[in-house]
């Protein structure tokens, strides 16, 4: 199985190495421009300006053209999971509501069973989208095709996931149920197509300076076949006419630095891609499998804002070279999967632990094993048994794990007033700072507790300096005190930044309890109580009040609510008037966990 050998991902210890690539703009005789680029990358920035300044003063000519004829071929109809992958790409759908809208979809009659993996089409069903393709858009388009299942643990009860009659072009009860029948419709048409044909077209320039070649590629779309009806993000890439030995103008060059990356951030998509690819589950659980570990916290959906970061851009005109400097946000990325520390904690307990679970092959194992046992080849008994036992005793072996281990605690450096250390690690409810151990007080019959505090927003327990988690341990902080005396405390909770005076707590979104002054604090304490005056209409002790709700003036006792008629004035109300209002509303329904 994979092991990670330290807690941080390959991803975060991904050290960005830089190179340059070159490009060139030139005009032709008849004004038309071209653009090419060295298809080799280079090293340093001198190496860069070394090849511009001998561009400078050279002269540049065709070396070579090149014309291929290509095909495009359709993609099969659509399976579980690339049905999963293509609505979250194409429509911008997570697994859940592709599967969601499939159902509803499969239940109205509209599509076949949403939950294979087989590219199977029945005869009939090819047979009616021949007919339709041809007399639509005409005999040069059709192209009777039969895909075969290639993954060796698929089953083949069901046919791939296409529409029950083809000449149902627009299906659906709502806009995106419409939108991912569309997009089943025009795989399933598609796949039974012609190829698409193109022209791929290669110029190569070559300077007098150096014999590092420019080369300059396109692609003409000279049939669109099955294109007509799935599309594509293909764009046609049109190169002017020239032959060898044609003279160019180099009319700019540039050498831009890039920066590589670590591996990809899955999306939902890439998931998909790489559970189906290890075998991992089944079509049906992949959906489910996402959401869940989403809903338990395990793995958050947002955005990465990245590190700024310098890069070098030199470049030639008019025989001059300039070298400047452009600021990117290197690692930025947008919609993806992104581990919280519960994950990274839960995941190296499990494969330190439960290595042979965690293996990326235990899935595909029991798969094969539970066949056996359907086709009498296993003995369920012996195959519950080999798993059973060793799988014991590693739950009876990780039970005399310490907390202090589970937790992963890192030494982060030590307080330079008190001498404590201060460790990141991960608690109850989540990942924290800690300040100090558990010691012996003076007496000796004591124990004084750690500080603890929250780790900022967006640090992380491997990567917390020893600056940032002394900042946090400054808080709560004394901003200062309200007209009538009250000390404003400023602090960070379960739900961000407050402040608190007396027993009141006011959010101060999106101010930094750190920084926050007292005239803020102030101004946002008085709306506080202005908001609370505006939803307390009246207040008739023992718990019964009317206020002001998100849906509208209401009474309550503290566990019974009651609306109030829009024809009744809230503030005419008196106790007896509120308390038979009460008593005529329906008693207010248990709640019921959600399941998961």
């Not at 653009?35 to 990358?41: F, L, S, T």
């Not at 070579?64 to 911008?92: C, D, E, I, M, Y």
């Not at 190569?204 to 300059?216: H, R, W, Y």
């Not at 005190?481 to 405390?489: C, L």
Request: proline share 6%; hydrophobic share 35%.
């Amino acid at each position: 199985p994979y092991r990670r050998q330290r807690q941080m991902c390959i991803r975060d210890r991904h050290s960005a190495e830089s190179s340059f690539k070159i490009s060139a703009n030139f005009k032709l005789a008849d004004g038309t421009e071209l653009v090419a680029e060295v298809n080799k990358p280079y090293k340093t920035a001198g190496e860069v300006e070394k090849i511009l300044a001998e561009w400078a003063n050279a002269s540049f000519s065709v070396s070579g053209v090149t014309k291929k004829p290509g095909v495009r071929n359709p993609a099969p109809p659509f399976t579980t999971s690339t049905l999963q992958q293509a609505a979250s790409s194409r429509l911008g759908m997570s697994p859940r509501q592709t599967m969601r809208l499939s159902q509803q979809l499969y239940e109205a009659g509209l599509i076949t069973y949403m939950r294979t993996d087989s590219l199977n089409m029945s005869q009939q069903a090819i047979s009616q989208m021949n007919k339709y393709i041809v007399q639509k858009y005409g005999a040069d388009y059709g192209a009777i095709r039969h895909y075969k299942t290639s993954s060796a643990g698929a089953q083949e009860a069901h046919e791939a996931i296409r529409p029950t009659d083809v000449k149902k072009v627009n299906a659906g009860t709502d806009e995106r149920a419409k939108k991912l029948y569309d997009l089943i419709w025009r795989r399933a048409v598609a796949s039974q197509m012609a190829s698409a044909k193109l022209e791929k077209t290669t110029i190569k320039i070559q300077p007098t300076s150096n014999e590092d070649e420019l080369i300059a590629s396109g692609e003409i779309v000279s049939f669109d076949g099955f294109l007509k009806v799935y599309g594509s993000s293909y764009d046609d890439k049109l190169l002017p006419p020239v032959k060898p030995g044609d003279k160019l103008e180099l009319v700019s060059a540039e050498g831009l630095e890039s920066l590589s990356r670590g591996p990809a951030r899955y999306t939902e998509a890439s998931l998909v891609r790489q559970l189906e690819k290890l075998g991992i589950g089944r079509p049906s659980t992949y959906a489910p499998t996402i959401a869940t570990i989403q809903s338990r916290g395990y793995v958050e959906r947002g955005d990465v804002e990245g590190e700024p970061r310098k890069i070098i851009k030199i470049t030639l005109a008019n025989g001059q070279i300039a070298t400047t400097q452009d600021e990117i946000f290197y690692g930025k990325d947008t919609n993806k999967l992104l581990p919280t520390d519960t994950a990274r904690v839960v995941t190296d307990f499990l494969l330190k632990h439960f290595d042979k679970v965690m293996d990326y092959d235990f899935t595909k194992q029991i798969e094969a094993e539970l066949d056996d046992i359907a086709e009498e080849e296993k003995d369920r008994l012996s195959v519950l048994s080999e798993f059973y036992e060793p799988f014991h005793k590693s739950v009876e072996a990780s039970s005399e794990v310490s907390r202090a281990e589970a937790a992963q605690a890192r030494l982060v450096g030590n307080d330079p007033e008190s001498g404590k250390p201060i460790y990141a690690r991960f608690g109850r409810f989540g990942p924290m700072l800690q300040k100090g151990d558990k010691e012996d007080g003076a007496d000796g019959d004591k124990q004084l507790k750690p500080a603890f505090a929250p780790l900022p927003k967006g640090a992380k327990i491997e990567t917390i300096s020893l600056d940032e988690a002394l900042k946090m341990f400054k808080l709560p902080r004394l901003v200062g005190k309200t007209a009538d005396g009250q000390e404003i405390i400023s602090n960070i909770g379960r739900f961000g930044p407050y402040v608190k005076i007396g027993s009141t707590f006011v959010s101060i979104k999106p101010h930094d309890p750190h920084d926050i002054s007292e005239a803020e604090a102030r101004e946002l304490y008085l709306q506080k109580l202005q908001k609370d005056a505006e939803k307390n209409i009246a207040d008739f002790g023992d718990g019964l009040k009317v206020l002001n709700g998100r849906f509208g003036p209401y009474v309550t006792d503290g566990t019974k609510n009651a609306k109030i008629p829009k024809d009744t004035d809230p503030k005419s109300l008196d106790a007896n008037a509120a308390k038979e209002l009460l008593a005529k509303a329906p008693a207010k329904k248990p709640f019921r966990r959600a399941k998961k």
